[in-house]
């Protein structure tokens, strides 16, 4: 099975940086992955990493640290329509996605 | 190009009924899955098929059936529904992208059972 730990809520100040953390304990790991999530919709893809290091993209960037079992997301330059909530979720190797409960972001002006 | 598709978007049931919610994607993926959010809470896997005529269950799979028939239809059968199958209901379908596996979700159904 998988466990994977995340905050419940964070709040900051727009246009500051905000990171999310997550740590998991999975049977299997093929992958993380961290979706946004507005209140009533969809998630969306943010990022994916199956590697060491750091992805950026634009004002998001992500790190794993596989031996850690750890992973964070990072917001930049926040803005007011960040204001969401950001799941990790970790994929094994049968392509399933097992997903943290989630951390409610809010930007505050 | 239309993604993924759910109907129906919102449904109250009255406890005992059974009602089937829709799942179609165009875009030609292997991969299928349903979801479900509980408020507050992350999704959890309930069904899950790597292809037309595979299907398997998921983690919290319990009072729910689902076929595939077909690489764009995914349905997911709830018989005699319960209180506790309140919740919002997401299918999703995955392909191959560079850097990994996309996943696409629908809108979501969102059903009360009362």
């Known amino acids: 099975g998988q466990n994977i730990d995340q905050p419940t809520e964070m709040t900051a100040t727009e246009g500051a940086i905000v990171q999310i953390n997550c740590t998991y304990q999975?049977?299997?790991?093929?992958?993380l992955f961290w979706y946004q999530q507005h209140a009533g919709e969809a998630p969306t893809f943010l990022s994916y990493?199956?590697?060491?290091g750091l992805e950026e993209k634009g004002r998001f960037s992500s790190f794993l640290s596989r031996s850690k079992g750890y992973s964070y997301l990072l917001l930049k330059e926040l803005q007011m329509k960040d204001s969401a909530s950001y799941l990790c979720a970790v994929r094994d190797g049968d392509y399933k996605l097992s997903f943290g409960a989630g951390t409610t972001v809010t930007v505050r002006a | 190009n239309a993604g993924v598709t759910q109907t129906p978007k919102f449904r109250i049931l009255k406890i005992g009924q059974s009602m089937t919610l829709q799942c179609t994607q165009d875009?030609?993926?292997?991969?299928m899955y349903w979801y479900r959010q509980d408020p507050g809470m992350g999704l959890k896997l309930i069904y899950y098929?790597?292809?037309?005529?595979?299907?398997d269950k998921g983690e919290v799979p319990n009072g729910y059936n689902v076929s595939r028939s077909t690489t764009e239809d995914f349905p997911l059968r709830l018989e005699l529904a319960a209180p506790s199958q309140t919740s919002v209901y997401f299918c999703a379908s995955s392909y191959r992208q560079e850097g990994g596996y996309g996943y696409t979700f629908g809108s979501g159904t969102r059903l009360t059972v009362v």
């Open positions: 999975t049977s299997g790991f093929n992958g």
């Open positions: 875009m030609n993926h292997n991969y």
């Open positions: 098929s790597v292809g037309a005529g595979i299907t």
């Open positions: 990493n199956v590697l060491d």
